[in-house]
C-alpha cells in the first residue's frame, strides 16, 4: 500500500523508553523535517525546539522496548493537541482513528483542502477524527497554507518558457525556495463533494449569524 511517508532510517539500536528522544535525528530524515500530522516544516515551527517526538498509539509510551514504527515527528502544536487521545473500541469498529501516513496515503484520500478558505477537510470518519484531534486548522496553519497557494500562483504566473523547459526568473528563485519551507501542497476538495462542503458552511455560517 502506498503511503505518504517511507521510513528508510530506522536505527540499528535497540530503543528503550529513557532512550527514546536520542533518535529525533532519525525522524527528522525519515519525515523530511516536517511534522507527520500538519506537514508544518521544522523551520516554520519555530526551529527543533518546537519539534516533539510523538507516540502514534499513546498506549505503547510506556513500554520498556520502544517501536520506531511509533514514533512521529510531530510540531509542539499537533503534538498538543494530540496528547494521549485515542478511539475507543466502539470508535474504532465505525471507522474512527488516527490516519497513519507511514502505512497509508492519508492526504488526497481523506483530507482535502478547501480552495476557498484553505482549511481542511475529513471526507471520510478517520480523516474527519484525524483533523479535529491534531487541530490541523488551527489559525497558524491555515494562514501558511494562504501564503502558500498565494505565493504558488505568483511562480506560476511568472515562469517563462526558455529553451529547454520552464524556468523562473533568477529574481524568483529566492521566492520558490521560501515556498519549499511551507506545508506542501494539498489536493483541494472538487466536484460534488466540494458543492456539498459549500452548502454545508453557508447553512452553518447562517445559523450562527
Known amino acids: 500500500m502506498k503511503s505518504r511517508v517511507l521510513r528508510r532510517h530506522k536505527p540499528n539500536r535497540i530503543i528503550k523508553r529513557s532512550t527514546y528522544r536520542q533518535f529525533w535525528n532519525h525522524l527528522a530524515l525519515d519525515f523530511g523535517n516536517r511534522c ?11 526551529g527543533e525546539k518546537c519539534m516533539e517526538i510523538d507516540h502514534f498509539n499513546p498506549k505503547k509510551k510506556n513500554d520498556y522496548i520502544q517501536e520506531y514504527e511509533n514514533l512521529f515527528l510531530a510540531t509542539r502544536h ?3 493537541a494530540k496528547q494521549d487521545r485515542w478511539p475507543t473500541n466502539d470508535e474504532r469498529r465505525k471507522g474512527i482513528r488516527f490516519l497513519n501516513c507511514c502505512e497509508e496515503m492519508d492526504i488526497g484520500v481523506h483530507i482535502f483542502e ?23 486548522n488551527a ?10 497557494a498565494a505565493l504558488k500562483n505568483i511562480l ?9 523547459g520552464w524556468e523562473l526568473p533568477a529574481e524568483m528563485q529566492a521566492l520558490k ?22 452548502a454545508r458552511r453557508s447553512a452553518w455560517a447562517a445559523l450562527i449569524r
Open 114 to 136: 478547501d480552495p476557498d478558505t484553505h482549511e481542511l477537510v475529513g471526507t471520510s470518519p478517520q480523516g474527519r477524527y484525524h483533523v479535529r484531534n491534531c487541530d490541523l
Open 156 to 164: 506560476e504566473e511568472r515562469a517563462v518558457f526558455l529553451k529547454g
Open 177 to 198: 525556495q521560501v515556498l519549499e519551507t511551507m506545508i506542501p501542497s494539498i489536493p483541494y476538495l472538487e466536484g460534488q463533494a466540494l458543492a456539498n462542503h459549500r
Open 139 to 148: 489559525p497558524h496553519l491555515v494562514e501558511e497554507r494562504v501564503e502558500r
Open 36 to 46: 507527520a500530522y500538519s506537514m508544518q516544516h521544522t523551520y516554520r515551527a519555530g
Open 78 to 80: 499537533c503534538n498538543g
